[in-house]
């Protein structure tokens, strides 16, 4: 019998342990969960001088010297795995207040001139949607580039999956354009759907 209530007591006892550190293990996690989420949920404001057209990026991004007079952002994402760093180019052009282009016409123009000067260029999608009150189509598209274009590198072509979001007012238009490796965009989908519900318009 004094066997028996031994055994008891140091099952209960390593039960009791095993419990603690469960516990702590899971404590563990949410705090390192809850750690990642701040850090990710913060943002640093990219704002366009010209129009005041504010969009928040993840802090952790990177932002580029711009190379052109309509791009007024140029950033991406250092932790992405894989040679292709996701990517995002924001750009604004004012319309003629005479003869406004329509946001169909820009959208023809931004299709054929992707076909023209990307490789392996497929269209995917052309939807409809609403970024902050003004009408916005949603170009979905795929291409190929070669991120390390060097001989005897061994690196191979990535799919780069992409979105347009072409956001119009009757004045002027704004284009936010996102890259990512095929292969990250799972992955690169929060950051994606965050940048954008963060636009606001002037």
Same mark, same amino acid.
């Given at each position: 019998?004094?066997?028996?209530?031994?055994?008891?007591?140091?099952?209960?006892?390593?039960?009791?342990?095993?419990?603690?550190?469960?516990?702590?293990?899971?404590?563990?996690?949410?705090?390192?969960?809850?750690?990642?989420?701040?850090?990710?949920?913060?943002?640093?404001?990219?704002?366009?001088?010209?129009?005041?057209?504010?969009?928040?990026?993840?802090?952790?991004?990177?932002?580029?010297?711009?190379?052109?007079?309509?791009?007024?952002?140029?950033?991406?994402?250092?932790?992405?795995?894989?040679? &292709?760093?996701?990517?995002?180019?924001?750009?604004?052009?004012? $319309?003629?207040?005479?003869?406004?282009? +329509? =946001?169909?016409? @820009? !959208?023809?123009?931004?299709?054929?001139?992707?076909?023209?000067?990307?490789?392996?260029?497929?269209?995917?999608?052309?939807?409809?949607?609403?970024?902050?009150?003004?009408?916005?189509?949603?170009?979905?598209?795929?291409?190929?580039?070669?991120?390390?274009?060097?001989?005897?590198?061994?690196?191979?072509?990535?799919?780069?999956?992409?979105?347009?979001?072409?956001?119009?007012?009757?004045?002027? &238009?704004?284009?936010?354009?996102?890259?990512?490796?095929?292969? $990250?965009?799972?992955?690169?989908?929060? +950051? =994606?759907?965050? @940048? !954008?519900?963060?636009?606001?318009?002037?």
């Amino acid at each position: 019998m004094t066997i028996a209530t031994s055994n008891r007591r140091q099952l209960s006892e390593d039960t009791r342990a095993d419990l603690l550190v469960a516990l702590v293990v899971a404590v563990a996690l949410a705090i390192g969960w809850f750690y990642k989420e701040s850090v990710l949920s913060q943002v640093t404001p990219a704002v366009d001088p010209n129009s005041q057209f504010q969009v928040g990026l993840p802090s952790h991004w990177l932002t580029h010297e711009l190379e052109s007079v309509d791009t007024f952002l140029s950033a991406e994402n250092p932790r992405a795995d894989s040679v &292709y760093k996701s990517a995002i180019v924001g750009q604004s052009f004012l $319309l003629d207040p005479d003869n406004p282009t +329509s =946001l169909d016409t @820009i !959208v023809d123009r931004l299709v054929q001139r992707h076909g023209d000067e990307l490789t392996g260029y497929h269209l995917l999608d052309i939807r409809t949607d609403t970024i902050d009150g003004a009408e916005t189509r949603i170009v979905e598209y795929a291409y190929v580039v070669q991120p390390i274009d060097q001989p005897f590198r061994a690196a191979v072509p990535v799919v780069v999956h992409a979105f347009d979001y072409v956001i119009y007012t009757p004045t002027e &238009y704004w284009i936010l354009a996102f890259t990512a490796d095929e292969q $990250l965009m799972a992955k690169e989908q929060k +950051s =994606l759907e965050q @940048i !954008v519900a963060s636009v606001e318009l002037p």
